[in-house]
C-alpha cells in the first residue's frame, strides 16, 4: 500500500525550511516567533485647547503622547495632525520633537527655514491640517515624548493651534481640534 499522508510525529523537527511551504499555505500566525513588524503598543493624545506663539524658533504647542518602548530595536511610528493657521508672508510651520530633538525637518537649503511641514497661503478664517507622519528609531527602553513643535517665520505675527488666524465670532468659523498617535513597531 502507497503511502498518502504524512502525518506531524513522522517528520523530524527542523527538516522543513522555508522553500518548502507552499506561498498559499495557511501557516498560524501564533507559531510564529518573535515580534518583527508587529505593532506592539498604540498611544494617543488628543488636544481641543488653543495655542499661539510669535516665536521665530521652535516651540511646543502642547500636543504630545509619551511612550515607553519594549526593547532598543523597536521603531516608533509617530502620525500627527495639529490644525494651524498662520501668514504666509511671514513663513510659519511645525515639526516634530522627541523628546527636545527636531526629527523631521526638510535638509538645509542656503537660507531657507526647515521645517516637517511649512505653512501655505489660505484665507485668514481658515485652519489647515499640517499631517505629518514619520518612523523613528530611538534605540531607548526609556519614556520618550513626541510632541508638535509649531514657529514663525519672522515672529512677528501670531501662528495659532486650534484656532483661525483671523477669529470671528461667528457660527460660521470654527475651532478645530488636533491628535497625534504612536506606535511601537517590533523590529
Known amino acids: 500500500m502507497a503511502l498518502t499522508k504524512v502525518t506531524s510525529d513522522l517528520i523530524e523537527d527542523g527538516t522543513i525550511v522555508n522553500a518548502d511551504i507552499n506561498a498559499s499555505a495557511a501557516i498560524d500566525g501564533s507559531k510564529i516567533s518573535g515580534s518583527f513588524g508587529k505593532v506592539l503598543q498604540v498611544v494617543s493624545s488628543h488636544k481641543s485647547d488653543t495655542a499661539t506663539t510669535t516665536s521665530s524658533t521652535f516651540v511646543t504647542t502642547g500636543l504630545e503622547v509619551s511612550i515607553t518602548p519594549s526593547a532598543t530595536s523597536s521603531k516608533i511610528f509617530i502620525s500627527a495632525s495639529p490644525c494651524i493657521s498662520g501668514v504666509t508672508a511671514n513663513g510659519f510651520g511645525v515639526c516634530l520633537l522627541r523628546d527636545t530633538t527636531q526629527i523631521n525637518l526638510g535638509d ?63 457660527s460660521s468659523y470654527g475651532t478645530a481640534s488636533s491628535t497625534i498617535t504612536v506606535m511601537e513597531i517590533g523590529a
Open 108 to 170: 538645509a537649503d542656503s537660507n531657507l527655514t526647515r521645517y516637517g511641514v511649512v505653512g501655505r497661503e489660505h484665507v485668514l478664517h481658515n485652519v489647515d491640517v499640517m499631517a505629518m507622519t514619520y518612523l523613528d528609531s530611538p534605540s531607548s527602553t526609556s519614556s520618550i515624548t513626541y510632541k508638535v513643535a509649531f514657529r514663525n517665520g519672522s515672529g512677528s505675527d501670531n501662528v495659532y493651534l486650534n484656532r483661525p488666524y483671523t477669529r470671528v465670532d461667528n
